[in-house]
């Protein structure tokens, strides 16, 4: 039964094809973002000499520290990720570069690899996203299941938080406490996970108030089910479907909410790379270095668009006036 | 912040008056005779003694004046508010006549009383001037001789005793001395002077407003208006440049060398560069495990390399020092020989001091402590992030772990006042002829500036004594002899000496370049309309 419903929210979500790609789009700089050291390296992924077989990036090999394979002098058979520079290495022979065979996406002030750069801030965000989602999805959807199920006071105390939660300016909010903390990628997470929880334990709440209501809940507590067994087991499963499609906008906005944390400079310490961290940095160049503001702007445009298209699919798949024919 | 607005009719009636003329004037925004300059951000403060802060001074150097003044060129003292000053042969007392029938911009005559009350607004607890304070410390007393003639007491000797009584700032007491609390007194934000301009209006966050002070003594300026526009992102205020809507800004490096070169800019356009005494450094806390060896703050300045970051990050704009006086001052050590960059030498010395890989993991280490260490910079500061990254880099390949730690400026400072911090990164303003006891002194490693805890026997000896060598040449020996303790220990990384890169618009002429900086009292308007 359950497999059904999954199944016929596939099958709604594949017929519209601008949900599909951006899914693809989705998974595909998910890969990125998993795979960024593969992709983008200042080691070889082989390097064979002299009968000796080296996997630089998988093994530290004590008899190639310090010492730059990309160099003239160190022949032999080497193959190279995509991308031959790590997102911190800095060349201040080439800053302020445009894009070129050398660097595909140009270089920074300090002669950092924009396309390395980019790869990494993928995971960085991408990282921030879903981390700080899975926080306050877990936080929405204890508070909302506790709300709606047993409804009465601990509904009228969850109910009051939530809007008090919801006067806040949460960016602001944001804001403050990182300036209280000091920036760092953990306490940017974990701030959005503790503000974001509201919408999803509205959703929850409501999901909860219309089972409730069922026949087999009441079934199920008249066998004598305890009320674990019954949120965790019966009514949960079938109040995630809104919760899936709230998370996904959800990691649309953290993504965003994060680039402008880093472009005010609020957001992960240097060197380390995200995308707002670099349009923060390409401020200073704006007029003469399009690049520096063009590159990373795109890239949080395709991505929150993405995210945002495939939360729409799937609303629109799950919506029940769809499922019926 | 609200103080400014009297509620008083008739004044408020005046303040009403002078928005409509404000905006009659920010409607005709080119007015030849008005000179817009660059401010990055509202000056917290515009009260000369209560104020730190650079972009104050900015502003109150045209406004309030102080006894003595330095000569543009030769940075002689020269008579400003005092026509002459004797000193008594004792070095203990300066008797300063002052000029007569000055007036303040309210038309009531500077006297006596005014230099006796801006001492003891300096001199009282409850003032809010700490770093002010410091200069102060051995005058015994300053006594009114009659209504233009004032002496100043020393208890010691102090080479720097003119300079520092001559630039004291003085404010107006009939203003300030009216009851109410000094630290928020309402003037803070609408300053009464002797100056060449006189203080208009404050639109916090957008400008601030002066114009020529018509009682001024002194020769009328051809600028009548100086208009300081507050705009905090530099990329915009190059355009509002590029625009005309500022005539004078102060841009970077990077702008210098990229932005500022094409045929239209260079026509419209001087481009001037010099070198106000400045220093930038990177202090290691001696009070870490790791600092605590010379050897090992050596090793860091072997590390850091100073020529291809100046030649690479900051375009070849800047001088290397290795001392804490102006570079172009005679205590100045051109003799000391700037540590060099050399990765093998500061490996060699690091292990002197016990810090090797033991355990093979790639990072030092000694006595099972990893060497990693926080360097802490201020998000504002651009300079130090890109300096850092670079850092970071090269101290990982000999195996040193560094992490960066951003913070807001307020909490930067709190955390440099407290010495909170490993490694840190700043610059200093200094004045044409200084003091190394601020910064250097052992009795300021607790409260004073002296943040990385330097202790050196000699160097406070030295210090102390030539506090009461009058003797120029023989000072300056003193200080060479200062200049070299001070490198062997580097307590600091010395970095650069910055120069100031100023865009000024053609449309003024006579715009030169003095060795105090520029001096727009001189400049002429090239098109008169």
């Not at chain 1, 911190?88 to 595909?104: A, C, F, M, N, T």
């Not at chain 2, 209504?147 to 208890?155: A, D, L, M, N, S």
Request: glycine share 6%; net charge positive.
């Amino acid at each position: 039964m359950k497999s059904g419903y999954w199944y016929r929210v596939w099958r709604e979500f594949k017929k519209n094809r601008l949900s599909v790609a951006a899914g693809i789009v989705v998974v595909f700089l998910f890969f990125i973002a998993i795979l960024a050291p593969l992709l983008s390296n200042d080691k070889p992924y082989v390097y064979i000499k002299e009968n000796q077989i080296y996997f630089p990036i998988f093994y530290s090999h004590r008899d190639l520290d310090g010492i730059d394979l990309r160099k003239a002098g160190h022949d032999g058979f080497k193959i190279f990720p995509p991308i031959k520079y790590s997102y911190s290495e800095y060349d201040l022979d080439s800053i302020v570069l445009p894009p070129s065979s050398k660097h595909i996406l140009g270089t920074d002030e300090q002669g950092r690899d924009i396309a390395a750069r980019l790869i990494y801030g993928a995971r960085v965000s991408i990282f921030i996203g879903f981390i700080a989602v899975a926080i306050y999805v877990s936080i929405g959807i204890m508070m909302g299941a506790a709300a709606g199920y047993y409804g009465g006071i601990v509904d009228l105390i969850i109910s009051r938080l939530i809007e008090l939660m919801l006067c806040f300016p949460t960016f602001f909010l944001i804001l403050t406490i990182l300036a209280l903390w000091g920036p760092s990628l953990v306490s940017v997470m974990v701030v959005i996970g503790l503000t974001g929880w509201t919408g999803i334990a509205r959703i929850v709440r409501g999901e909860f108030l219309r089972l409730r209501e069922m026949d087999y809940i009441s079934a199920a507590k008249a066998i004598g089910v305890n009320d674990a067994m019954i949120i965790l087991k019966h009514m949960l499963p079938n109040s995630l479907a809104p919760v899936l499609v709230s998370a996904t906008f959800g990691i649309a906005s953290t993504i965003l909410i994060e680039s402008s944390l880093s472009f005010l400079g609020f957001g992960v310490q240097p060197p380390t790379p995200s995308w707002g961290e670099l349009l923060n940095q390409s401020r200073d160049f704006m007029d003469f270095a399009w690049w520096l503001t063009i590159i990373p702007g795109f890239a949080i445009f395709i991505t929150i668009t993405s995210y945002n298209l495939v939360g729409e699919g799937l609303q629109d798949a799950i919506d029940p006036k769809s499922m019926k024919k | 912040m609200h103080q400014g607005y009297s509620v008083n009719f008739i004044k408020s009636l005046i303040i009403t008056s002078m928005f409509f003329l404000g905006c009659s004037a920010s409607v005709t925004d080119n007015d030849p005779y008005t000179l817009y300059m660059h401010l990055s951000s509202d000056p917290g403060t515009l009260n000369p003694i209560t104020s730190s802060e650079a972009i104050t001074s900015t502003i109150n150097e045209n406004i309030y004046e102080t006894l003595v003044d330095r000569d543009f060129d030769t940075l002689e003292i020269v008579p400003q508010l005092a026509v002459k000053w004797k000193i008594s042969d004792d070095k203990l007392r300066y008797i300063f006549y002052l000029r007569k029938g000055v007036l303040w911009s309210d038309g009531v005559e500077f006297t006596a009383d005014d230099v006796v009350y801006s001492y003891r607004v300096i001199k009282d607890p409850s003032t809010a001037c700490a770093p002010l304070k410091v200069y102060y410390i051995d005058i015994r007393d300053v006594r009114k001789i009659d209504r233009y003639t004032v002496e100043f007491i020393y208890t010691k000797p102090y080479f720097l005793g003119l300079n520092y009584c001559g630039s004291m700032p003085i404010i107006p007491k009939h203003i300030f001395d009216d009851g109410t609390d000094f630290n928020t007194h309402k003037n803070n934000r609408h300053p009464v002077g002797t100056g060449a301009y006189i203080f208009k209006r404050w639109d916090t966050g957008k400008r601030i407003v002066l114009s020529a002070n018509p009682r001024y003594r002194g020769k009328k300026p051809d600028i009548r208006n100086v208009v300081f526009k507050i705009v905090s992102e530099p990329s915009v205020a190059l355009q509002m440049l590029k625009k005309g809507e500022l005539d004078v800004m102060s841009v970077r490096p990077i702008e210098w060398v990229r932005q500022t070169n094409s045929e239209s800019f260079i026509k419209n356009f001087y481009k001037l560069e010099y070198y106000i005494p400045n220093y930038s450094w990177i202090g290691w806390n001696s009070r870490t495990e790791y600092f605590k060896d010379k050897r090992v703050r050596k090793a860091m300045t072997h590390l850091i390399n100073r020529d291809a970051i100046r030649e690479k990050l900051l375009f070849g704009l800047g001088k290397l020092v290795t001392g804490t006086f102006y570079i172009y001052s005679r205590a100045y050590n051109p003799d000391i020989k700037s540590i060099e960059y050399d990765p093998e030498k500061a490996k060699r010395l690091l292990s002197e001091a016990g810090w090797r890989d033991t355990d093979g993991d790639g990072i030092l280490d000694r006595n099972g402590k990893k060497f990693s260490f926080t360097f802490t910079i201020a998000s504002e500061k651009k300079f130090s992030e890109r300096l850092t990254s670079i850092l970071k880099e090269d101290l990982a390949r000999v195996g040193i772990e560094m992490n960066i730690n951003r913070y807001e400026w307020a909490v930067f400072a709190d955390r440099l006042h407290k010495r909170n911090f490993e490694a840190i990164t700043l610059s200093w303003l200094l004045s044409y002829s200084d003091d190394p006891y601020q910064l250097w002194h052992s009795s300021q490693v607790d409260a004073g500036s002296n943040f990385c805890n330097f202790k050196n026997r000699e160097a406070d000896r030295i210090i102390e004594k030539a506090r009461v060598e009058f003797n120029d040449r023989k000072r300056n020996k003193i200080y060479h002899r200062f200049g070299e303790i001070l490198y062997d220990e580097q307590p600091y990384t010395f970095l650069f000496c910055s120069p100031s890169l100023v865009a000024v618009n053609k449309r003024f002429t006579n715009v030169k370049v003095h060795l105090r900086g520029l001096n727009y009292l001189e400049w002429m308007i090239r098109d008169k309309k």
